[in-house]
């Protein structure tokens, strides 16, 4: 059987990145339904997912997102927050809207979805939320004070919700996974120097791929990782040690 099979799922900013492979392979592993949720259009058709127009800072639109959800499906298994921006700058040159929109999106945005649908998971006593965090947020990084600090929050949230969610007997679980330097759009702000001098100090010696964030995200939303919770998952290949 696969793996998700006849699960409904959530995947915020689904549409490309690392998000769009975690949609992908959900798809690919029997999931009924996977919402893919983001500010941006998809490319990826698939009967399996619905791609919904949706910024995770917006409550009304989650609200109304949830309720038709809950309504046609009953139950989401599977919370993957993934959506999350960057606005780099030193302390000094950071100014308050650059600080606003990263928390707003990367960690109030988790908040807003989590709180909207953790009640459903809640009631029928079972899911998996997996947070998407980061190698900044478990240690720092110059120019990014905003993002670490997302980043960090949305660490110390996963510790919270995987004792608050698993309340009264219900097994719903709450994990974070910490990727290190990935392959995607989101790079493409860092120079070609600063990226070199990251491969070197990885003994894998190069950046990680979006599939192998998907499929470590794929393990924490799965059964086989049923006694996992509250768990911050590196992701990095071996960048700290
Ligand atoms: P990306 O920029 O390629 O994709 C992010 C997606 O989120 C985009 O489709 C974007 O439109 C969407 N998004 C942005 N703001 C949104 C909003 N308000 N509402 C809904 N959707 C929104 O980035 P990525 O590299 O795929 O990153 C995915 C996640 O992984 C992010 O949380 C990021 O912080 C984290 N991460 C990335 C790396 C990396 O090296 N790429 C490393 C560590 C952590």
Same mark, same amino acid.
């Given at each position: 059987?696969? $793996?998700?099979?006849?699960?409904?799922?959530?995947?915020?900013?689904?549409?490309?990145?690392?998000?769009?492979?975690?949609?992908?392979? *959900?798809?690919?592993?029997?999931?009924?339904?996977?919402? &893919?949720?983001?500010?941006?259009? &998809?490319?990826?058709?698939?009967?399996?997912? $619905?791609?919904?127009?949706?910024?995770?800072?917006?409550?009304?639109?989650?609200?109304?997102?949830?309720?038709?959800?809950?309504?046609? *499906?009953?139950?989401?298994?599977?919370?993957?927050?993934?959506?999350?921006?960057? $606005?780099?700058?030193?302390?000094?040159?950071?100014?308050?809207?650059?600080?606003?929109?990263?928390?707003?999106?990367?960690?109030?945005?988790?908040?807003?979805?989590?709180?909207?649908?953790?009640?459903?998971?809640?009631?029928? $006593?079972?899911?998996?939320?997996?947070?998407? &965090?980061?190698?900044?947020?478990?240690?720092?990084?110059?120019?990014?004070?905003?993002?670490?600090? &997302?980043?960090?929050?949305?660490?110390?949230?996963?510790?919270?919700?995987?004792?608050?969610?698993?309340?009264?007997?219900?097994?719903?679980?709450?994990?974070?996974?910490?990727?290190?330097?990935?392959?995607?759009?989101?790079?493409?702000?860092?120079?070609?120097?600063?990226?070199?001098?990251?491969?070197?100090?990885?003994?894998?010696?190069?950046?990680?791929?979006?599939?192998?964030?998907?499929?470590?995200?794929?393990?924490?939303?799965?059964?086989?990782?049923?006694?996992?919770?509250?768990?911050?998952?590196?992701?990095?290949?071996?960048?700290?040690?």
């Amino acid at each position: 059987m696969k $793996r998700l099979q006849g699960k409904v799922a959530v995947v915020t900013g689904g549409a490309r990145g690392i998000g769009r492979v975690i949609v992908e392979t *959900f798809v690919n592993e029997g999931a009924q339904m996977v919402f &893919s949720l983001d500010v941006i259009e &998809s490319q990826f058709e698939s009967p399996n997912v $619905r791609h919904v127009v949706l910024d995770v800072t917006n409550r009304e639109q989650i609200t109304a997102f949830v309720e038709t959800v809950k309504k046609e *499906f009953k139950q989401i298994h599977v919370l993957v927050n993934n959506a999350g921006i960057t $606005r780099d700058a030193l302390i000094q040159k950071m100014d308050e809207a650059m600080w606003d929109h990263v928390i707003n999106v990367n960690l109030k945005g988790v908040f807003n979805l989590t709180q909207a649908i953790a009640p459903i998971m809640m009631e029928n $006593r079972e899911g998996s939320i997996i947070n998407i &965090s980061s190698v900044v947020g478990e240690y720092g990084n110059i120019g990014q004070t905003n993002y670490a600090a &997302s980043k960090a929050g949305v660490i110390g949230m996963t510790y919270t919700w995987a004792k608050e969610f698993t309340r009264k007997g219900a097994a719903v679980r709450t994990n974070a996974i910490a990727p290190g330097y990935i392959e995607t759009e989101m790079m493409e702000t860092v120079s070609a120097k600063v990226i070199e001098s990251i491969c070197k100090k990885n003994p894998l010696g190069r950046l990680g791929k979006p599939q192998e964030i998907a499929n470590a995200v794929l393990f924490l939303a799965s059964d086989e990782a049923s006694y996992v919770n509250g768990h911050v998952l590196s992701v990095n290949g071996g960048l700290r040690l």
